[in-house]
């Protein structure tokens, strides 16, 4: 509010001092101080508030705050500077960053939340207190994520924290009576195309990954999503960093009649680091450094490797593979412990020759095997005896037990699911 006065101003400001003019400019000081607050009580109500609200706290410095509003209406200060609940539904075992806290506030005032940051940065933990918000005052929530795998592992995770949860995917429903469900974001909008029963008990809903709202096929699903909800229920939107996240906010404020907070962070506690591996090379080169800056050195390492000079010209003859060694690059990466490793196909057939040319390597130790082993044979348990000598289940578990895995859309459920098991459990390297 001061701010926007204050701008209102400026032009008085004198742009040069001297000693000579020093009362002479206290005394319009004076006056421009009296003009400020008669201007501040008298039109506060009209002045145009900033989009950005920062937060005043200095235990929130280490992110940033806004606050959307429906059309028409505007923030109290209680919305403005949301306060850490006294009684917290849930409390952790380690220190909540700044972000998380200012979140959690949120939460506790019963008031959405877009949480805006990096992969890594703990986005779950607010998600886990909406969680635990609902279910201390008998509600039930939903909480969705883009693909089966994600609900598959969020599932597992909340069971070991929240006994009443189930989960409904396309492949597989749990508990659907469960006051926390996880779900994929298709069957949300399909429970909501139904009318289902569930939606009147539901208080909160969280959307994991809520960025594929930008995908051009699938974010038509979460629009819709969104739009159809009642009005009655809160959100919690966790996302990585977005460049519209306030736009969005409003959107969800207006639709749904409620503020939405928008709580930005770009710490990146996990770094990245980006390597070339030059297709036929015997190297990878550190071209981004954890600290993002470009590392020329290992750029024009990478270009040579490839025969090619500082600015891409070719300068040698020599004939590169087109396919990528894949066991090189991983022995260099496991070389350098950076495990475990994913290697992304978007051929299937080519993701299973990969995973059968990694069967050369042996990754785990005896133990792991065992492991891998007793897992595994739990898992098909649920198979009819034909079933377990399908092609995929006997060609895999030679794969797993040497620390190898494979995930794609063909494989049977449960085969997904155990992979997704030994790969969270550090089995597969």
Known sequence: MTSNVDDMFDFLQPETQNKDEAKEEEEINEYLMKRRKIIEDKYKDLLPRPESTPILEAQYQGCTHEVAV????????????????????????????????????????????????????????VAEYAIASALKNNQRVIYTSPIKALSNQKYRDLQEQFTDVGLITGDITINEEASCLVMTTEILRNMLYRGNDVMREVAWVIFDEV????????????????????DTVHYVFLSATIPNAFEFASWIANIHKQACHVVYTDYRPTPLCHYLFPAGGNGIYLVVDKECKFR????????????????????????????????????MVMKNNLAPVIVFSFNR????????????????????????????????????????????????????????????SGLLPIMKETVEILFQEGLIK
């Open 70 to 125: 429906p059309d028409g209406q505007v923030a109290t200060e209680q919305t403005l500077n949301p306060q850490y609940p006294t009684e917290p539904a849930k409390t952790y075992p380690f220190t909540l960053d700044d972000f998380q806290r200012l979140s959690v506030s949120c939460i506790g005032q019963n008031e959405s939340v877009l949480v805006s940051a990096h992969t890594s940065a703990g986005k779950t933990a």
């Open 211 to 230: 960025h594929y709202m930008r995908d051009k096929e699938r974010g038509v699903v979460w629009e819709e999503s969104i739009i159809l909800l009642p």
């Open 296 to 331: 020329e050195e290992g750029f024009n390492k990478a270009l040579t490797s490839l025969g090619l000079d500082a600015v891409g010209i070719k300068t040698t003859s020599k004939q590169m593979n087109n396919k990528p060694d894949v066991i090189k690059i991983i022995t």
């Open 349 to 408: 057939k080519e993701l299973e020759v990969m995973a059968k040319t990694c069967n050369r390597m042996d990754l785990t130790s005896d133990d792991e095997k065992t492991i891998i082993a007793k897992i595994f044979n739990n898992a098909i348990q649920c198979l009819n005896a034909e079933d377990r000598k399908l092609e995929q289940i006997t060609e895999l578990l030679p794969l797993l037990l040497k620390g190898v895995g494979m995930h794609h």
